[in-house]
């Protein structure tokens, strides 16, 4: 397996796809930041870590299920341009092998993401002068949160991008859940509960209410948390089973 995923860095090393995925992070941090300067420009009392995170993490919505499906896509369009299945299943290779390591792969360019999006949000609020130490508990819960709601748009898109050779299947795919994401919150909550992409922002540990006295943010308690990721867990684990199952039976 190791040696697998080894494999699977060294095919990607000159297809820049961590760094795609970077950059589009990047955007999304640049958008959420200039918001929460704007929000904290026009109410100091809001300059605070809170809405920071619930910022980030409602972009997320938008931007992580697109950022999945460019890593996924990249990730198993090598094998279908230069019509390697066939080379890697005569070395002996199992193909539920590959999968696996197909996988991990994206994961962990994924958890850089995240890492790296931790690390900006901790920087922005040191930059402005957050009265508060950094949270890293919040912090945590987010990059958690985010990276619940990857493994399970992974196995759904590496699913996608190793069945159909025409990517753009996948990539559209990836657009229609950047969609679901940012509106999954609209949906009554026994719809929402199906959309995964809708756990990108409903596992944020932050959440926005509004009162008499406007927008209020809050710590979402550990236990809805914990109910959510079950669910998205047990869905996860079918996707990824499903997929794996039919692409290593598929013809090649």
């Not at 130490?133 to 699913?159: K, S, Y």
């Not at 209020?216 to 684990?237: H, I, N, P, T």
Request: aromatic share 10%.
């Amino acid at each position: 397996m190791i040696k697998a995923l080894a494999l699977e860095f060294y095919k990607l090393r000159r297809r820049y796809v961590g760094l795609s995925v970077l950059l589009l992070v990047g955007v999304q941090l640049a958008w959420a930041f200039a918001a929460a300067s704007m929000a904290i420009a026009r109410n100091p009392d809001q300059a605070a870590w809170e809405p920071v995170i619930a910022i980030v993490a409602s972009l997320n919505g938008l931007f992580a299920p697109i950022a999945a499906a460019i890593c996924v896509s990249r990730i198993g369009d090598m094998e279908h341009k230069g019509n390697t299945w066939k080379l890697l299943l005569s070395l002996s290779v199992k193909r539920g092998r590959l999968y696996a390591a197909k996988y991990s792969c994206a994961a962990l360019i994924l958890l850089l993401a995240c890492l790296v999006q931790s690390a900006a949000i901790a920087g922005f609020g040191i930059a402005q002068g957050f009265a508060e130490a950094v949270p890293l508990t919040l912090l945590a819960r987010l990059l958690l949160g985010t990276m619940a709601a990857h493994l399970v748009i992974i196995a759904l898109q590496l699913w996608l991008s190793l069945a159909l050779p025409n990517q753009a299947f996948a990539l559209c795919a990836g657009m229609i859940g950047g969609f679901l994401g940012v509106t999954g919150e609209l949906f009554p909550s026994g719809i929402r509960q199906w959309i995964i992409w809708s756990y990108y922002s409903g596992l944020s540990p932050v959440v926005q209410r509004f009162d008499g006295g406007g927008l209020q943010f809050a710590v979402r308690e550990a236990g809805d948390v914990l109910m959510k990721l079950g669910v998205l867990a047990a869905v996860g684990l079918v996707i990824y089973t499903a997929g794996r199952f039919h692409v290593s039976r598929q013809e090649v």
